[in-house]
């Protein structure tokens, strides 16, 4: 188990390395820099000269050698300081700091409506005997798959909001505030687990051993709970360690349409205005997301299936 | 499996149909229009949704306009502009002298106005804030080209400071009433840039900045010992609202939407297709076009096709920018008449010069020798006349304006390629001049904005090196007195259009929408909003 502990370790040490080298290229590639593009000021003519911004870059440490600015920033980001943002002059880890409990809270309510919904609907439609409503629970995935979140979020907002006014269209303030946003982002990821879940339980329900505890007089119920279920949620749970990163991903959309300052709309803006220390402080965050769930997920496969044994099982989508 | 994809599409189609039918069947009820008394009333607390972060509310380094609208009430500026007149009017400085030069700039200041932490508002103040605005270089993206020759500020007296400039700077009269040069308590100097953009700030307006949270809201409260005020307002002392929220609101369906469902009180960056349903529910639209450069195509008239007169000038009468206006935009938004937009000091109407004529310019383009090729786009010796557009998406219907131009021009046979960059894409563009025209547009008052966008010294848009018009744009910018100023101004916008540097299309407008208990929210000179004399019922 230390063993790997100490692997797993290792590995994510590495993930995060490549994920700020990588990023780090990117943002470098990319035309303009941020110095360029503050001066631009959001394209209105203004008249900053060529020695100003030059003076900008250089005070931000635009104007070193790459290899330089990479090995300074490396070192800072080991110690903790990931800078600071070049468009506001606000601490990096500051800003994230602020950003993401607006964002965990919209995770945490997300990831578990879409456990709760995905199930439901993939228990539901696979347990059910009336052929319509099996068609129609298991029809309902693809609809949630195909459907744009931006869309979905702007019709709730319409009804549930400005129609109805039940729920507030906008700000991160109270569990109201939570919900609008909350099922927005956890529509596609209930519909992704509930297509994979029912696939499974379809596997599972068509093994011999359901057969044996048909014949052995369990009950259906029995039988699907005590029997399916448990083999067939490996797929979906492995899915759910790999969607926390989506869910960042989705944030940043939904956390747009509902005006919700968290890590998503960060993003967005720092990305847009090539703030290359938020960017890069926001991939560190996401990959530390990414490893910590896969980890998480791969601890709790041995409680499902004593099968699997931690100690010899390569890691999961590291 | 296929069998099941029909009904399952049509299923998708029905809900998707249901939810769109619902949302557009939008309540009827319609919020009482502001009955009551027409009296200001003290007290209130009035909350505003901006479409972008502010990113910075230190006024000296503010470079939105959403960050403007939340700084403006944070400091007071020496002069103010009357939106109307265009005239320079009294505010922190009672008087002033410009000097026979316009390189030297004497204020005298009013007795008794203080910062919000009660020192007194003096020369040394004045000195101490124009050297940190030049101090902080490229970071205050106005105030570097507001002060740009700025030699030092002289303290004459206590009441008294005289501005000297290496050179002629005309403009610099008006810069003093913009928020960029609004006025910062020496404490608050004293700090770094970075630490006075997310506050807390020492400042000189009705308003204090209580909390700047980055990505969600500025929070502004009453100054209850403010004592000043623009000569410009409706009343001096203290402001009316108890306070004012901006909350950042980036979707405009949603800004929209929560104003008509009474979850806000006042909204900026109005979409124009929202005009309409928003006056239907009674809410009051604010509009005003921005003073400045309108948005225009600026011809690059280093390349070939752009680098003809003739090309140019069939351009300018081919586009019917009343159809842009009318179909594309609102009623709020005004077709282009000048280099100038209609809001800015010194402009003159020269819609002569632009009305639509399609014959004219197929006439303009046959007599230069470009003659239509096969397919309609015309040919001069072996170049065909096929413009690439630069535009950045930094508004809305930008891609639609621009594809009704491409359209209107086809018909006198220029062909458009429209190219949609990244704001960063497009200045590299912009810099390499690889681009027959660029779309864009440029706010400011003061009407030296011509010589920003059109001097080969500074931003050159055009890439032409005329030096009557550089003589021009030169003088406005050495003339103290205003009306011989005005008469070079003239003269500048005319050169611009019948050179056809730049093809204007329609005046960047900023709307605003309030709800009916929301009183007196005026507009400034640079259409921004101003809250001073704002009160709810």
Redesign the interface.
């Known amino acids: 188990m230390r063993h790997y502990l100490l692997r797993r370790l290792f590995q994510a040490v590495f993930v995060l390395w490549a994920a700020y080298t990588v990023s780090f290229g990117v943002l470098y590639l ?4 941020p ?15 060529r020695e ?2 030059d ?2 870059r250089h005070q931000y440490g635009l104007d070193q050698p790459l290899a330089e600015q990479y090995a300074t920033r490396l070192l800072h980001a080991v110690h903790g300081d990931l800078g ?1 943002s070049v ?4 601490p990096v880890t500051h ?1 994230l700091r ?2 993401l409990p607006t964002t965990a809270q919209l995770a945490a309510g997300a990831m578990l409506l879409a456990l709760v919904l995905g199930s439901a609907v993939a228990l539901l439609g696979s347990s059910t005997r009336r052929r319509w409503l099996r ?1 129609l629970l298991l ?1 309902l995935p ?2 949630g798959v ?2 744009p979140t931006f869309w979905v979020g ?2 709730l ?3 549930l ?3 109805w ?1 039940i729920f ?5 303030e109270g569990f109201s505030a939570l919900v609008l946003p909350a099922v927005t982002l956890a529509l596609p990821a209930a519909a992704l687990i509930a297509q994979v879940f029912a696939k499974s339980l379809r596997t599972a329900l068509a093994e011999p051993y359901i057969q044996t505890a048909l014949a052995k007089g369990a009950s259906r119920r029995r039988v699907l709970f005590g029997h399916a279920v448990r083999n067939a949620s490996i797929p979906p749970l492995t899915l759910v360690g790999i969607m926390a990163g989506n869910v960042l991903a989705g944030a940043v959309v939904v956390e ?4 919700r ?1 968290g890590i998503g ?2 993003t967005a ?1 720092a990305v ?1 205005a ?1 703030d290359i220390p938020v960017v890069q402080g926001v991939v560190i965050l996401g990959a530390v997301t990414f490893v910590l769930t896969s980890l998480a997920v791969d601890l709790v496969h041995p409680l499902l299936d004593p099968r699997i044994i931690t100690t010899t099982r390569p890691a999961v989508a590291a | 499996m296929s069998g099941s994809r029909r009904p399952l599409s049509l299923f998708t189609t029905a809900v998707a149909l249901s939810l769109v039918l619902a949302a557009c069947s939008s309540s009827s009820s319609t919020p009482s229009p502001g009955a009551g008394s027409s009296r200001p009333r003290a007290g209130g607390h009035l909350t505003f949704a901006l479409g972008s972060d502010p990113l910075c509310v230190d006024p000296h380094q503010a470079a939105t306009n959403d960050a403007v609208y939340a700084a403006r009430g944070l400091v007071d500026s020496l002069t103010d502009q009357d939106p109307t007149t265009g005239r320079i009017v009294p505010w922190l400085a009672k008087s002033w002298q410009v000097s026979q030069d316009a390189s030297t700039f004497t204020f005298h200041l009013r007795d008794g106005a203080t910062f919000s932490d009660g020192t007194p508002i003096d020369a040394l103040a004045v000195k101490a804030n124009f050297d940190a605005v030049v101090k902080l270089g490229a970071k205050s993206i106005f105030g570097s080209g507001y002060l740009s020759g700025y030699r030092g500020t002289e303290v004459v007296d206590a009441h008294t400071a005289k501005v000297v400039f290496d050179h002629p700077n005309a403009q610099f009269l008006q810069a003093t009433s913009t928020t960029t040069l609004g006025l910062l308590g020496p404490a608050s100097l004293e700090r770094s840039a970075e630490s006075l953009c997310t506050g807390p700030l020492v400042g000189s307006g009705p308003f204090l900045l209580d909390r700047y949270t980055p990505g969600r809201s500025v929070e502004l409260s009453r100054r209850a010992n403010y004592t000043g005020g623009s000569s410009l307002w409706k009343h001096t002392g203290p402001a009316y609202l108890n306070a004012i929220t901006f909350t950042v609101v980036p979707e405009s369906g949603v800004r929209t939407g929560s104003l008509e469902s009474g979850q806000i009180d006042a909204i900026g960056g109005v979409a124009p297709q929202d005009e309409a349903g928003l006056k239907a529910q009674g809410e009051k639209l604010l509009a005003r076009s921005n003073p400045g450069v309108p948005v225009a195509l600026s011809a690059n008239a280093a390349r070939p096709e752009a680098g003809d007169i003739a090309v140019r000038r069939a351009l300018e009468i081919a586009v019917d920018r009343k159809q842009v206006v009318d179909t594309i935009l609102s009623s709020s938004y005004l077709p282009a008449t000048s280099s100038l937009s209609s809001t800015t000091d010194d402009y003159r109407d020269n819609s002569g010069l632009l009305a639509h004529d399609p014959a004219r310019a197929e006439q303009i383009l046959d007599a230069a020798g470009w003659t239509p090729g096969p397919d309609g786009i015309r040919v001069k010796n072996g170049v065909k006349l096929d413009l690439k557009v630069i535009l950045a998406p930094n508004f809305g219907p930008n891609q639609s304006v621009l594809e009704l131009v491409q359209q209107q021009l086809k018909k006198v046979g220029i062909g458009v390629t429209l190219r949609i960059l990244t704001i960063a894409d497009y200045q590299q563009a912009q810099k390499s001049g690889d681009y027959d025209l660029a779309w864009g547009n440029g706010t400011r008052a003061d009407p030296d904005i011509l010589r920003t966008a059109f001097s080969s010294k500074l931003l050159n848009l055009s890439r032409v090196q005329d030096p009557e018009l550089e003589k021009l744009l030169d003088a406005q910018s050495s003339a103290a007195d205003p009306a011989k100023r005005a008469e070079d101004v003239a003269a500048a916008q005319r050169r611009v259009l019948e050179q056809a540097y730049q093809i204007p299309v329609f005046e960047m407008t900023s709307v605003y929408a309030l709800s009916a208990r929301v009183h007196d929210v005026s507009l400034g000179s640079s259409s921004q909003v101003q809250f001073h004399d704002a009160w709810l019922s």
Request: aromatic share 4%.
């Open positions: 990319l035309p303009g820099d110095a360029t593009i503050m001066a631009a000021g959001g394209g209105d003519a203004t008249t900053v000269t100003q911004t003076a900008l600071r468009q506001s002059g606000v800003l602020q950003a068609q029809s693809s609809l195909s459907a702007l019709v907002v319409q009804l909001s400005f129609h006014r507030p269209a906008f700000g991160d747009t349409v509902f005006a300052p709309r960060e803006a847009t090539q």
